[in-house]
């Protein structure tokens, strides 16, 4: 076994909830997630944001920023100021348009984060509350209980965190985040795997696995096996180089899966496979990706 097989159940947990929340930020407010994850953190902060920190706390470039900024703008919800001294300092503060977005957006938000919380123990969301704020703050996403930033948010942003983490991750090893999940799914089933049983597997839509079984197959980490009977149908299996590829970038997921929750206690990791197998089984018949 490359790593704890529950890993990759605890991702797949993370990307249903990152995209339930990105539909319920589209529906309500007709914005990104990424704009909304903007628009929460200049809430917490009266004074404005610079271009440059706002970039760092998302972890992404200026340029990606800029033009989030730049809908938003014209949506109202921000306004951008340029430093007399530097024009390049540029300072975004939310406007009362803004609020009213993030204040229409949020309780969708929450309802997300309590269907996801419905199947938890008292001692499951005693841990999630404690490292979600933890690492929501260290992201400068300061929350509140009995104000407009809560729990909810801080749980949703740092299902983000992980997500975007584990996506630059694999990005430098030249392999996107859904290629990594089938091929460690494949890892698991020595004996091959029907494309329709690994997307109810992975919450995936067919023409995904479709799309990312053919990336894989491409570079020679998968082999697909039409059926003799029915030539419809077909196998996935992982070959030699799919399971080398793991054994090289699997270590470096973990790692990042781990790092990104702030202060992880011990024994919380296997704690959150735990959680993460019983939020993907209440959510497999829904299939909410497809």
Known sequence: MLASAGHTDWITASVLLSRSASDAVS?????????????????????GMTVSAIADELAHSKSAVTIALNSLERKKAVTRAYNSADKRVVTVRITDAGRDLVARIDPAVKQVAHEFWSCYTDEELALTYRDSGATAKNFNLTYRKDGSMSIENAYVDASWVIVFAITQQLKRANISLNEYRLLYLLYETPDGMRPSDAARRLLLRSN???????????HGRIVRTRSETDRRSCTLSITPEGTDKLRRITPGVVEALRSRIVDLPAGAFDQYETIARKVLSANRALHLLG
């Open 208 to 218: 995904e696995v479709a799309t990312t079984s053919a990336r894989l197959e491409q």
């Open 27 to 47: 529906r309500m407010g007709g914005i990104s997630i990424t704009q909304y994850r903007m628009l929460i953190r200049l809430v917490m902060a009266p004074d």
